[in-house]
C-alpha cells in the first residue's frame, strides 16, 4: 500500500536584505468567483482520433490550447472543498480520464510512464510549461491499466494525480438495485484505498446513469470497507458550477467530453470542449480570483 507523498523540504530562507520573489503576472481573465469551472471528460488515449478517442498529440495540443487561453489545472480535491487557488486571473481547469485503459498509463519501465500514455503527456507538458501542474483524475474500473494496477495507482497518487472510482465493472447503475449498486461503489472504493492508502471521495458514473437511489452509492460499507463519496460526475454537457455558487450540487457535477470536431456527430458539436472552450471565453462565464 502506497503511503501519503512525504511533503517538500522548506525551501531556504531568503538571505537578508534580498528582494522577494515576484508574484506571478496576472491571467487574462476578469475575477468572478461565481464563474463556470470546466470539467473535462477523456476516454481512450490512442493511435487515431475518434469519438471516444483523443491521440497523445491531440491532448498535447489541448493542453497547449488551455495554457494559452489562461487555464490552469486543480485537484478535483480541492475544487469539492471549495479551495481554487490560483493566481489572480486564472481560470481553472479539472482533467478527467474515466475506464483506466492502458493508454492512461503504460509503462516505459516500472515507475517511468510511457510518453504516450496519458500521464506521460501531462508530466512533460507541465515540465515544459511553467505554472502547470502535473495533476488529472483518473476514475478507475478493476483491471486498471490493462495490468500492474496496484502499482500504477499507488504512482499516480504519489505524483500528484488523483484516483477516484468508476465502479468495479463498469456497471450501469441504473439497471442494479440499491444493494447491487453499494457493492459495485464499495468494492472499487475498498480496492483503491488498499492500493492508494487515500479512500475515494467521488464517483464517475459509467454511461452517466445514475442510480435509483443515489444514496446507495454515496455512503456505506461493502466486506468490512466502509465508503463514502461526496460528488457523483456525469458524462455531459456543459461546465460546472463555482463551488461558491449557492446552486452548486456536488451530486450532479457536469463534465464536457473532449474529442476531435471531425469526430463528432453534428448533434453532439455543440457540447463537447472545442465549442464550449469558444463560448466560454466569449461570454467570460469562467472562474477566476
Not at 168 to 187: T, Y
Not at 234 to 248: F, I, K, M, Q, Y
Request: aromatic content about 8%; charged content about 20%.
Amino acid at each position: 500500500m502506497a503511503s501519503e507523498p512525504a511533503s517538500p523540504p522548506e525551501p531556504p530562507a531568503p538571505e537578508e536584505g534580498s528582494p522577494e520573489p515576484s508574484p506571478p503576472a496576472p491571467g487574462p481573465h476578469p475575477s468572478n468567483p461565481l464563474g463556470r469551472v470546466p470539467i473535462l471528460l477523456y476516454h481512450r488515449i490512442g493511435e487515431t482520433e475518434g469519438r471516444w478517442q483523443r491521440t497523445p498529440e491531440g491532448l498535447y495540443a489541448d493542453l497547449e490550447q488551455m495554457y494559452e487561453a489562461g487555464f490552469r489545472p486543480i485537484r478535483l480535491r480541492d475544487y469539492l472543498d471549495g479551495r481554487i487557488d490560483l493566481p489572480p486571473g486564472y481560470a481553472p481547469v479539472i482533467l478527467t480520464f474515466d475506464d483506466s485503459t492502458a493508454g492512461h498509463l503504460a509503462w516505459d519501465e516500472p515507475g517511468k510512464p510511457a510518453a504516450g500514455s496519458a500521464a506521460g503527456v501531462i508530466q512533460r507538458f507541465a515540465a515544459e510549461h511553467p505554472g502547470w501542474e502535473a495533476t488529472a483524475v483518473f476514475f478507475i474500473n478493476a483491471g486498471a491499466f490493462g495490468g500492474d494496477s496496484e502499482a500504477k495507482a499507488a504512482w499516480l497518487v504519489e505524483n500528484g494525480f488523483e484516483v477516484e472510482n468508476h465502479t468495479w465493472s463498469h456497471a450501469d447503475l441504473a439497471a442494479l438495485d440499491a444493494a447491487a449498486a453499494a457493492r459495485e461503489a464499495g468494492r472499487m472504493s475498498a480496492w483503491i484505498e488498499a492500493a492508494t492508502g487515500r479512500a475515494p471521495v467521488a464517483l464517475a458514473l459509467p454511461y452517466g446513469r445514475r442510480p435509483r437511489d443515489a444514496a446507495a452509492v454515496l455512503a456505506g460499507s461493502c466486506e468490512d470497507h466502509q465508503f463514502r463519496h461526496q460528488a457523483l460526475l456525469e458524462v455531459g454537457w456543459g461546465p460546472a458550477r463555482s463551488p461558491l455558487d449557492p446552486e452548486w450540487d456536488p451530486l450532479r457535477l457536469p463534465r464536457i467530453q473532449v474529442a476531435d470536431p471531425g469526430e463528432v456527430d453534428a448533434s453532439d458539436l455543440p457540447y463537447i470542449w472545442a465549442s464550449w472552450l469558444e463560448r466560454l471565453l466569449e461570454s467570460g462565464d469562467l472562474f477566476a480570483h
